[in-house]
């Protein structure tokens, strides 16, 4: 079988691939003065009908993965690179070739856009009893039928304890809206850019809590301690009302890529 081409990054110069044991099966092809980190990989796992089969393996899939993202780590700590995500392939090098002149253009302006920059993942999860718990201190509208429900004889407090209690659904939803928005508004103003991304449902989080962000920043390297300052700051500001706030590690800038 012939073996098929796996990209990492596209860089302005030459990767140094001597010295690091994670560089040992990479190989760099240069095309009008752009460079590819690439890795020759056998059909056998990564032809179509393998690498979709390969897919339904959560094992092979997070391993290579993680894998691929640690190179990419790694190459971006040399200069800026756009990185590629794991699975992007080319049949032959005259094919990759092709690819990087028909895109040259906007691959040198998604260079100059990332230099020293990186991107942070951060989600925010609601833990529904805990805020179900607070209603009364962070919903105005709550604690007034609480104050009628106390006031009242049993039979009204009765109907006015239901009605509180379809009150709190919207209430609790308002909030989280609320809430997330704050904490978005806060953090993109420490980001050069930032992409709202679709909420993941419990069955695939495998937490108990309702995700309410999920968003990406990209953010410049020299103010990442103001970025981990901020994220610290309403971490400790909204843990009382039930709410999580959760970042990655800095990644590479795959959503902050786009070429056209």
Request: charged share 25%; with cysteine; net charge negative.
């Amino acid at each position: 079988m012939n073996d098929l081409i796996s990209i990492y990054s596209i860089s302005n110069s030459p990767p140094e691939l001597n010295g690091n044991i994670e560089f040992n099966r990479l190989q760099c092809i240069e095309h009008d003065s752009l460079y590819v980190s690439i890795q020759y990989v056998p059909e056998s796992e990564f032809s179509v009908v393998n690498f979709q089969r390969n897919l339904s393996d959560i094992q092979w899939v997070e391993s290579h993965v993680r894998e691929h993202n640690a190179i990419i780590r790694l190459l971006m700590e040399q200069q800026p690179v756009i990185p590629f995500p794991f699975g992007t392939l080319f049949h032959t090098e005259k094919n990759l070739k092709c690819f990087m002149e028909g895109y040259s253009g906007s691959i040198d302006d998604n260079l100059r856009h990332i230099v020293e920059k990186e991107e942070w993942s951060v989600k925010m999860y609601c833990d529904y009893k805990v805020l179900e718990e607070k209603i009364d201190e962070l919903s105005l509208e709550a604690a007034d039928y609480e104050t009628l429900i106390m006031e009242s004889s049993p039979g009204k407090a009765y109907l006015l304890r239901r009605k509180k209690d379809n009150l709190i659904d919207i209430e609790i939803d308002r909030l989280c809206r609320k809430y997330a928005e704050e904490c978005y508004d806060a953090i993109k103003n420490q980001s050069e850019a930032n992409n709202l991304r679709n909420l993941i449902p419990k069955e695939f989080t495998g937490r108990q809590e309702l995700m309410i962000l999920n968003a990406s920043f990209l953010v410049n390297k020299n103010k990442a301690a103001d970025f981990r300052n901020t994220l610290a700051m309403l971490i400790v500001k909204n843990q009382h009302a039930g709410f999580i706030l959760e970042s990655s590690e800095p990644s590479p800038p795959f959503s902050f890529i786009s070429l056209k």
